[in-house]
């Protein structure tokens, strides 16, 4: 018996893991026998898939049940509850039954209480844009799996024009490993910046440009960011936290603090060698500015969250979040 729950928002690192616990579980040939997915908007989809799991599977190999995009974690009913303690204990042993959602479950849920005690939980959350030192290194776990040989310069290149998109990652590095067929030397920035496309126009570099007053750069900025379909959540998901991390370091810039580990322990940074640069971006700025810009991010979350038109809104705060940093 073998139960997964699989939930995040990296959908791409998702879709590699359910790919390979399908060609773990099933036989090629019985595939389309022992193979079955219900989405969510087919009706009583759970109650449908765990019947589906207790029927011993054809032919080779065993049987995979996927209820994609489940939201057994958030809301369940008393029928459906009452399905899953009746038929959890009691999975065949060649059958895998494997739960999907974006949404983190609710740990309150007798539903998430149940699953707990059966099947495996995995998260695949994307890694937060502001923190480079996880996103370099998975670019060097991507570039390893896929067999691409990288200078620490184009790894650098890779962070700043991907960010945290990992689907466009494994692209991009697969490109660049057709490239370099055949070649033992590792890519350096040349290659990668020819051949991978320019995506520099990012939120951290957003927020740069409001941290200077810069209104016209900052809207540019932000125009080229929506032309590329960035949720406007995730930006200003990367803008609360890259300020906030500002804040941190001047706060504790001004308290006297030296002790760059204990800075970096206190703004929540794995590698104090950053502290130096960090303390750098922050010199010209005051702590009342990035207390200020913090409230402004709030209210932009909240109206987006409302409904309101996306790119006035985050247009609007751009401006006033430079007219913040324009103070002296």
């Not at 054809?58 to 459906?80: A, E, K, M, S, Y």
């Not at 998260?123 to 200078?151: D, H």
């Not at 440009?209 to 750069?217: P, Q, V, Y």
Request: with cysteine; net charge negative; proline share 5%.
């Amino acid at each position: 018996m073998a139960i997964y729950f699989y939930w995040g928002e990296d959908d791409f690192a998702m879709e590699k893991a359910v790919t390979l616990a399908r060609d773990r579980i099933l036989d090629p040939q019985w595939e389309s026998f022992n193979y079955t997915s219900f989405s969510p908007d087919e009706s009583d989809a759970v109650i449908q898939g765990l019947n589906q799991i207790m029927t011993p599977p054809f032919g080779l190999g065993g049987r995979l049940v996927w209820l994609v995009n489940t939201n057994i974690c958030q809301h369940c009913p008393d029928n459906v509850l009452a399905e899953l303690q009746r038929t959890l204990p009691v999975i065949p042993e060649n059958s895998l039954l494997l739960f999907t959602s974006s949404n983190k479950p609710d740990e309150r849920l007798k539903s998430t209480k149940l699953l707990k005690k059966f099947a495996e939980f995995r998260e695949f959350s994307l890694i937060p844009p502001w923190k480079t030192e996880l996103l370099v290194q998975s670019v060097n776990q991507a570039a390893q799996t896929i067999g691409v040989k990288l200078t620490t310069s184009a790894v650098d290149m890779l962070v700043d024009a991907i960010g945290n998109d990992t689907r466009l990652l494994y692209n991009e590095l697969e490109k660049l490993r057709l490239y370099t067929q055949g070649s033992k030397e590792p890519l350096n920035t040349d290659a990668v910046s020819q051949l991978v496309k320019n995506t520099t126009h990012n939120s951290l570099q957003l927020a740069a440009a409001i941290k200077t007053g810069d209104t016209a750069k900052a809207l540019g900025t932000l125009a080229e960011l929506l032309a590329a379909c960035e949720p406007p959540l995730r930006i200003v998901a990367t803008l609360t936290g890259q300020f906030r991390t500002w804040l941190w370091i001047k706060i504790m810039m001004d308290s006297g603090e030296r002790n760059q580990q204990a800075i970096a322990q206190a703004a929540e940074i794995a590698n104090p060698n950053r502290i130096y640069y960090l303390q750098k971006e922050v010199n010209s700025l005051s702590v009342q500015q990035l207390v200020t810009s913090l409230p402004l991010l709030l209210e932009l979350e909240v109206s987006l969250k409302q409904g309101t038109s996306e790119a006035m809104t985050l247009q609007t705060k751009v401006i006033e979040l430079c007219q913040v940093f324009r103070r002296s």
